[in-house]
């Protein structure tokens, strides 16, 4: 198994289909956002940017949330796996429309076009997202608030 670093905080794992091991996968990324002083890493299991289906295990620590954003192009679909979080929608001019607690083993799809956010609850959220490809860099649109 190869690991191969893309930027700061982001990783792609070789696995050629294997199985893999949960335990290992979030004391990587721990680690790896221990050492280097971040608070979220995510670890790729998709080939690249190009994948037409991309899966990934984030890693979120001290609370940090995401700003509110949409796509407009995809959908998205969340597995907590270890901790706990709130996933928000809000309305076009920042109003809160929804929050739904998720703890491990819960699963959400979002398929909306609503602004969206994970509000961590525990120190350490860690879950399994799969959405569509390829990537766009420039593909989420904020929310501003």
Known sequence: MKINQTSPSTFYIEHYGHGLDTDWLVSFLLSHCTRSRLDTARICFHQ???SQLMAMMVIVLNGFEYPPHRHTYKAESYAIVRGRCNLKY??????LIRSSAMKQGDL???NTLFYHSLEPLSDMLVFI???SGPFRKNGNEFLDK
């Not at 809000?90 to 109003?95: K, P």
Request: cysteine-free.
């Open 48 to 50: 690249d940017t190009e």
């Open 90 to 95: 809000y309305s076009h001019d920042g109003v």
């Open 108 to 110: 959400a799809f979002n």
């Open 129 to 131: 997202e799969h959405t």
